[in-house]
């Protein structure tokens, strides 16, 4: 049985930069993909990056892009997201996922293994 276990949110103000670290235990991090997803209250939760095995390949949505960065520790069996220039549109909870598949990584229901969330909150 996997563990993912987000943390590092919070309440920040716009423009600010925050960084979220998952890490997880239980099985192998070899092979996953892991990704970075997140939902705020009444609406589906989205696709905001997910980082390959190797790291080789990194993908973003395109809210996020140029200012979220995802990145992984492999010996830490640890993924990150370092978040910058937050706006209040950033606010939701933050999920953390992991999957083996090679192909749909930007896709919610490729990934098997999911943390628990983590709240982040953006004030203007």
């Known amino acids: 049985q996997v563990q993912l276990v987000e943390s590092g949110g919070g309440l920040v103000q716009a423009g600010d930069s925050l960084r979220l670290s998952c890490a997880v235990s239980g099985r192998t991090f070899s092979g996953y993909t892991m990704g970075w997803f997140r939902q705020a209250p009444g609406k589906e939760r989205d696709f905001v990056a997910a980082?390959?095995?190797?790291?080789?390949?990194?993908y973003y949505a395109d809210s996020v892009k140029g200012r979220f960065t995802i990145s992984r520790d492999n010996a830490k069996n640890t993924v990150y997201l370092q978040m910058n220039s937050l706006k209040p549109e950033d606010t939701a909870v933050y999920y953390c996922?992991?999957?083996?598949?090679?192909?749909?990584?930007?896709?919610?229901?490729?990934?098997?293994?999911w943390g628990q969330g983590t709240q982040v909150s953006v004030s203007s």
């Open positions: 996922a992991g999957t083996r598949s090679s192909i749909f990584r930007t896709q919610r229901y490729v990934y098997g293994d």
């Open positions: 980082i390959t095995w190797s790291g080789g390949n990194t």
